[in-house]
């Protein structure tokens, strides 16, 4: 039994294992991208948490504030601050 290889089966075996490459640095990159997208979410988790607990500190030292006398834009701070971690909360119960 005699195998000729010949330029064109050459040429088709070149093209399959292009294309098998292609086929595969794609599913590398999607695998990447999907472990990528995953840390950030994480990470955008962290951070708000710690956003958080900074907001609940500042509220705590502005009623420290108030409750020594200060007014003006302690009071304004204060209520802003309130409202916006009313309204957080609740769009984060909604979208549980």
């Avoid at 695998?31 to 995953?38: D, G, M, P, Q």
């Avoid at 710690?50 to 020594?68: D, F």
């Avoid at 971690?85 to 769009?91: E, F, G, R, V, W």
Wanted: hydrophobic share 45%.
């Amino acid at each position: 039994m005699e195998v000729t290889i010949s330029a064109d089966m050459l040429i088709e075996l070149a093209a399959l294992l292009t294309a098998l490459g292609v086929i595969g640095g794609v599913a590398l990159w999607c695998h990447r991208f999907v472990l990528r997208n995953k840390k950030q979410d994480e990470a955008i988790a962290a951070i708000r948490n710690e956003q958080t607990l900074i907001c609940y500190g500042v509220l705590a030292c502005l009623k420290g504030l108030k409750e020594k006398g200060c007014n003006g834009p302690v009071t304004a701070a204060l209520d802003k601050l309130e409202k916006h971690l009313n309204q957080a909360a609740h769009d984060v119960e909604d979208t549980d």
